[in-house]
């Protein structure tokens, strides 16, 4: 969720914010739970959609393709699967996580007829900076930017754009500036643009502590840790996110790989300094951060996801509801599913995309 529309939402109503226990710490997660099921009215005007068959999470362990292509000012690496002529999906990952969230999701969406597209995004697995002297810059709007220089170079003019975690938001932020090529939008976690200014607010203790890591990696010795103890870091992260989550090392190590890109560290430091105002963005972006500080409705067809068991801070559905102005549908997951809501439930995912793809 957006850490300053949250923010505002914790200084104007009470929230439930259910308690458990991760790793032996007490934590919560603001979270409210939701009534109805996977279906709500708003799904139900919709024509029928194809119906995902079951998959068992981690049936899948590689894609079928992998690829570079030279897009704005990256070279990106995606896995791509289904159709060339079907319709567009993008799928889009967060941190500390990568391609591997769908690799469930994709043969499920390209046995539908779909043309799966999934990019490491800028610091992850193969994607590299055409130029060395390119900011090292994760700010909002650019990562957005990012994927509509990939569909541009893919000759992609709309595509169905879902995500998780940075992928959420830039989902969002995709939909707000560019809405002419979301045909519809899967974002687990709801509304997730967010503005330095409004991230000055100060949280109160639970929440603050479930963003340890903002505060951590806002050091020189959070970097210098972060670099040193990287997959360790990672998988705590993983942990904290998903605590009901029983994934092995070897699904974990498939995704660590990525980590290694000479340019992770300084796209994970940027993106979380610059979200609280303890990093510069690159002014040439400063129009369409202003239109992204609006925190417009988002009026392309949506449908928000939640799973049961996230660990990770997030709000409950009817904080963000009026931020969705267009066919809509919420979501929540059972069954103990986590922050890495794709690859813990795939076949949840995959049917949200294909809804949302109806709705349109």
Not at 225 to 233: A, S, V
Request: hydrophobic share 40%; with cysteine; glycine share 8%.
């Amino acid at each position: 969720m957006s850490e300053d529309f949250l923010s505002s939402k914790l200084q104007s109503e009470t929230i439930d914010q259910p308690r458990r226990r991760f790793l032996g710490t007490a934590a919560m997660t603001i979270a409210a739970a939701q009534v109805g099921g996977m279906a709500s009215a708003a799904a139900q005007t919709v024509k029928a959609a194809s119906k995902v068959p079951a998959i068992k999470p981690g049936t899948n362990t590689s894609f079928k393709s992998l690829k570079q292509i030279n897009a704005g000012l990256l070279s990106v690496g995606y896995a791509e699967d289904g159709p060339a002529d079907g319709p567009a999906v993008v799928l889009l990952h967060g941190w500390p996580y990568d391609i591997h969230s769908y690799v469930d999701v994709t043969p499920l969406l390209a046995s539908k007829g779909y043309h799966v597209i999934v990019p490491y995004l800028r610091g992850y697995g193969t994607t590299r900076f055409l130029a060395r002297d390119t900011v090292r810059n994760a700010q909002q709007s650019l990562v957005g930017l990012d994927i509509i220089a990939l569909m541009d170079a893919l000759k992609i003019q709309t595509a169905t754009i879902a995500g998780f975690d940075w992928g959420a938001r830039t989902v969002d932020v995709m939909a707000t500036l560019w809405p002419e090529r979301c045909k519809a939008i899967v974002s687990v976690g709801g509304y997730l643009i967010s503005t330095p200014a409004g991230n000055q607010v100060p949280w109160p203790p639970e929440p603050a502590f479930l963003f340890w890591y903002q505060y951590y990696f806002a050091t020189p010795v959070g970097k210098a840790g972060y670099e040193k103890y990287l997959d360790q870091f990672n998988k705590f992260i993983w942990h904290q996110a998903s605590p009901k989550w029983n994934f092995d090392d070897a699904t974990y190590e498939r995704t660590a790989a990525s980590f290694h890109n000479p340019d992770h560290v300084d796209i994970v430091m940027h993106d979380y300094r610059w979200r609280l105002g303890l990093a510069d963005g690159e002014r040439k972006y400063d129009d369409l951060e202003k239109r992204l500080a609006a925190l417009a409705p988002i009026a392309v067809p949506t449908i928000t996801m939640e799973g049961d068991s996230n660990g990770a801070i997030h709000a409950p559905s009817t904080a963000y509801r009026n931020k969705f102005s267009g066919k809509y549908d919420y979501r929540l997951v059972t069954g103990g599913v986590g922050h890495n809501l794709p690859q813990e439930a795939p076949q949840a995912f995959a049917q949200a995309v294909i809804d949302a793809d109806g709705f349109s």
